[in-house]
């Protein structure tokens, strides 16, 4: 039975990883720290779930940091986006600021595996500001020495956002369609929210025990094939 916190739990991708940690009886425990509560919250188990939300992010590592008992697994499904932040300065500030502050805390306080929903252009050689970014995220937190870390990263991301982005909607249409044709059309570049999210919690379960695949020791990266390959597998088993 493992222990588990989780940020960015209110997002696309994070809720589900929610839904997936709740729902997995492998799971012992599950501590969330956002800036709202997450929908999910009022149904679940109050003795499996605790939630901390504070929108003083800079309170969030000393939360971490005093989780009681320490998770094993932490992971991340923070981001944000350049509109909701004022700007790329700003939008980097929070996200790169934060992901790898709370990935220090985590390391600090004991815990053994780090995953992180990256994407899969990140690239900290890239001249494109936001794959920078999220390349840079990642060198970031390998650097910190994790037992093991695992960084998803997913193409675009398929599913329905509370926020309205018209662009991605189109885009998501297109990939939607094309998976119904064929599931080879699509899961090359885009793979579904809970898709990902089950994916993400079962390849921490997996670093956890150790069952990673030979060269991934300590970094574990996985593709859209994985990602489609793990998030089929079932979160409810132990």
């Known amino acids: 039975m493992a222990n588990v916190a989780l940020i960015g739990c209110t997002g696309m991708v994070g809720s589900h990883i929610l839904t997936s940690l709740l729902s997995n ?21 109050q003795s499996k779930l605790t939630t901390f939300v504070s929108d003083k992010t800079e309170s969030w590592a000393g939360q971490l940091s005093s989780l009681t008992p320490t998770p094993e697994i932490f992971i991340s499904a923070f981001a944000t986006t350049r509109a909701n932040a004022g ?9 790169h600021g934060l992901n790898v502050e709370l990935a220090r805390a985590a390391r600090d306080a004991g815990v053994k595996v780090y995953v992180l929903i990256s994407s899969a252009n990140a690239n900290k050689a890239s001249s ?39 662009l991605e909607a189109s885009i998501r ?20 929210s809970d898709v990902i999210a089950r994916a993400a919690v079962n390849a921490g379960l997996k670093a956890l025990e150790g069952d990673v695949p030979a060269g991934s020791e300590k970094v574990w990266n996985l593709d859209g094939s994985q990602i489609i390959a793990l998030g089929k597998e079932s979160t409810t088993a132990s």
């Open 128 to 166: 494109i500001p936001y794959t920078r970014m999220k390349g840079e995220i990642e060198e970031d937190v390998k650097a910190l020495g994790f037992d093991r870390t695992v960084i998803v990263r997913p193409g675009l991301i398929t599913g329905t956002r509370e926020e309205s982005r018209p």
């Open 87 to 95: 700007g790329f300065e700003n939008q980097y500030k929070i996200e």
């Open 173 to 192: 249409f297109i990939a939607g369609w094309a998976g119904k044709l064929h599931s080879g059309l699509k899961d090359g570049w885009a793979q579904d």
């Open 25 to 45: 009886s492998s799971i012992s425990r599950v501590d969330t720290i956002s800036r709202r509560t997450p929908q999910v919250a009022g149904g679940a188990p």
